[in-house]
């Protein structure tokens, strides 16, 4: 089994600043890529960012160059930096991973439980 633990949302004032934090863990060989997602009420869920084991990025034209992803590959964690924040931010943003749970085994996608990320004056 794997599992994703997310933390690090909570309600900022527009302009602020979060970082969502998110562990996987459990039987893991290799994570090919980490990311994050959103869903704003009403909408679709929406890719944010992603990141490669080789450290490769994509995010969204709407948080180029507010938000940054990271990932610490030991620890099988993805961070993501969200500044200057706005209120069409507010949603709940998901930790997504693509991985093997063994060496040579086919891909498969988990998903965290979501945070909720709400940016309101």
């Known amino acids: 089994q794997v599992q994703l633990v997310e933390s690090g949302g909570g309600l900022v004032q527009p302009g602020g600043s979060l970082r969502l934090s998110c562990a996987a863990s459990g039987s893991i060989a290799s994570i090919v890529t980490m990311g994050w997602y959103r869903q704003a009420p009403g909408k679709q869920r929406e890719l944010v960012a992603r990141i490669t084991s080789g450290g490769s990025t994509l995010y969204a034209d709407s948080v180029k160059g507010r938000f940054t992803i990271s990932r610490d590959n030991a620890k099988n964690t993805v961070y993501l930096q969200m500044n200057s924040l706005k209120p069409e931010d507010t949603a709940v943003y998901y930790c997504?991973?693509?991985?093997?749970?063994?060496?040579?085994?086919?891909?498969?996608?988990?998903w965290g439980q979501g945070t909720q990320v709400t940016v309101s004056s």
């Open positions: 997504n991973t693509n991985l093997r749970r063994a060496y040579g085994g086919p891909m498969s996608d988990y």
